[in-house]
């Protein structure tokens, strides 16, 4: 599709069209339900809307009868640039309409600058993976074992604080990982269907919660501008967190995880007072001091 024929759009028809593709490419697939509830539109205005599309990008979809519904091509090329990490952002809070880039940025708002940048192939790769839970082959590349070939089946997307992971059970070592998704190469969906040991529903450390409290660390000279900070109740920040997130949480936030507080208090500001309660979060090595009673 032309940037020409793109302009002889107006901006509704382009948002619909551009909601179809999104769906295609993170989803894998798009009916005539998902316009209707998105748009409050009527199903003559869908049929058009995916007719319109299929002629703009007959390579890019087909119609199952068995489902009702577009499913996407092998040869599928995106129509609208996706950019991964609006995308993302836009479904941690249960939104995305395709449309990742319309906004301009503000000139008196700016953001912190971002150093890492999701492929956007990538992440509607794993996106379709998750939707049809179906496993991915790729290669990985992790500081200890340099690059190698693996088949994840990836259940779930998560931001650390400074990069996003995908959650996934890694056939390989038979167990449930992090993967960071920029060290994902050439992934492909497998069409087996996964097994039950493999599903979300098996991974403990990430259904398991657990209650944190934060407070100021004991040692600032003036505690409550850390309170005002998080908005702390009675001197106290409770949060509820995944097993599987909580070393990064506390990494992410500089938390000093040590019995006695004692870190430097002007690097961490932050202290976990309930450390005794948390133990069985496997990942707490990340946390900044974060040792068990009777380890050395």
């Known amino acids: 599709m032309t940037s020409t024929a793109l302009d002889a759009l107006t901006h509704a028809q382009r948002e619909r069209l551009a909601f179809i593709d999104f769906n295609l490419q993170y989803f894998g697939q798009v009916a005539r339900a998902d316009l209707i509830q998105r748009f409050k539109t009527g199903l003559a205005a869908c049929t058009r809307d995916l007719a319109s599309y299929k002629e703009l990008a007959p390579q890019n979809l087909v119609l199952s009868h068995t489902t009702k519904s577009y499913h996407r091509l092998e040869s599928f090329k995106p129509l609208f640039k996706h950019n991964a990490e609006s995308i993302l ?3 941690c809070r249960g939104f995305g309409d ?42 990985y590349t992790s500081l200890t074992s340099g690059t190698t070939s693996k088949v994840l089946v990836p259940h779930s997307i998560v931001n650390n604080g400074a990069r996003w992971h995908v959650r996934a059970f890694d056939r390989t070592k038979k167990q449930f990982r992090d993967f960071v998704t920029t060290r994902i190469e050439c992934p492909k969906i497998l069409q087996p269907l996964t097994k039950y040991e ?25 505690p409550k501008a850390i309170e005002l900070d998080y908005a702390m109740n009675n001197g106290q920040l409770k949060l509820e967190v995944r097993a599987a997130l909580l070393g990064y949480l506390l990494s992410q936030w500089n938390v000093d995880c040590t019995e006695e507080a004692s870190l430097d208090n002007n690097e961490y500001q932050l202290w976990l007072q309930n450390k005794q309660s948390v133990c069985g979060a496997e990942n707490l090595s990340i946390a900044p001091g974060y040792k068990l009673k009777g380890t050395n």
């Open 89 to 91: 952002s836009a479904l």
């Open 98 to 139: 395709g449309l990742s880039n319309g906004v301009q940025p503000s000139s008196y708002c700016q953001d912190a600058t971002r150093l890492i940048h999701p492929n956007s192939e990538v992440i509607a790769t794993l996106m379709r993976a998750i939707t049809s839970k179906l496993a991915i082959e790729c290669q």
């Open 198 to 222: 493999e599903s979300a529903d098996k991974d403990t450390q990430w259904h398991t919660i657990y209650d944190i409290i934060l407070t100021p660390h004991p040692k600032l000279k003036y």
